[in-house]
């Protein structure tokens, strides 16, 4: 079955701490990756995504992500963390050419302090 | 703003009642997916709609219906509802399921279930 799995349940992290997210997946064919993040209150947005082309990929807010096929991951990356980026983060996949059901990570919750 | 409006925000039924879920597309999209998010868990697909046609359904029991309209609206509709049910439930939009358009969440209906 397929499945989408983050490491990480909560991360707390200081401001100017440099964050890493793992994220593997099951799929083993062409699969489409994003990143969601969920501010407090707030809705899910779409923070980067990969179809295609280029691994490394960037999203908004200075996140970036690496796609690293043999791995089967896309991990979520940023230099440096600031307070407000305090959220919970999900990973999805879908499957094949065209964007369907995504399955989701359970998510991560970051907390960064100032 | 979201762009995807749900309808209602809150909603308390108990068990063996029906509910039905309201959900407004991104102007300009015609693809409307349902995902149930449990407490601590990442969204799981339901079923999505295109083209008022239920296009993929996810492992949900028939209880768990739906519709489109032709304004590309979408009901949700759960019958018998069972304790577990209770969840925050996620609409999501997208111009067209076979072009890699990302999904666009609207803030979602928490449904408690007593």
């Known amino acids: 079955a397929q499945s989408v799995s983050q490491h990480n349940h909560h991360v707390i992290l200081s401001e100017a701490a440099s964050l890493e997210l793992g994220c593997n997946y099951s799929?083993?064919?062409?699969?489409?990756l994003f990143w969601y993040v969920q501010y407090p209150g707030q809705h899910l947005q779409l923070l980067l995504k990969y179809f295609s082309g280029d691994p490394l990929v960037k999203g908004i807010k200075g996140f970036e992500a690496e796609f690293i096929k043999s791995k089967f991951s896309f991990n979520l990356r940023k230099p440096s963390v600031q307070w407000s980026d305090t959220a919970e983060y999900f990973c999805?996949?879908?499957?094949?050419?065209?964007?369907?059901?995504?399955?989701f990570g359970r998510g991560t919750q970051l907390t960064v302090w100032p | 703003d979201a762009g995807v409006t749900q309808s209602p925000t809150h909603l308390i039924k108990t068990r063996g009642q029906q509910v039905t879920l309201r959900c407004s597309p991104k102007s300009g999209h015609d693809t409307v997916s349902w995902y149930q998010q449990a407490l601590g868990q990442g969204p799981q697909f339901i079923f999505q709609?295109?083209?008022?046609?239920?296009?993929q359904r996810g492992n949900f029991p028939d209880r768990f219906s739906g519709h489109q309209f032709p304004n590309y609206s979408s009901e949700l509709n759960v019958n018998a509802l069972l304790l577990g049910d209770s969840a925050l439930y996620l609409c999501a939009s997208s111009l067209d399921r076979r072009d890699n358009s990302p999904l666009h969440f609207g803030n979602g209906t928490r449904l408690t279930v007593t």
């Open positions: 799929y083993g064919g062409t699969v489409n």
């Open positions: 999805a996949v879908s499957r094949g050419s065209t964007l369907g059901r995504l399955y």
């Open positions: 709609y295109y083209e008022e046609e239920e296009r």
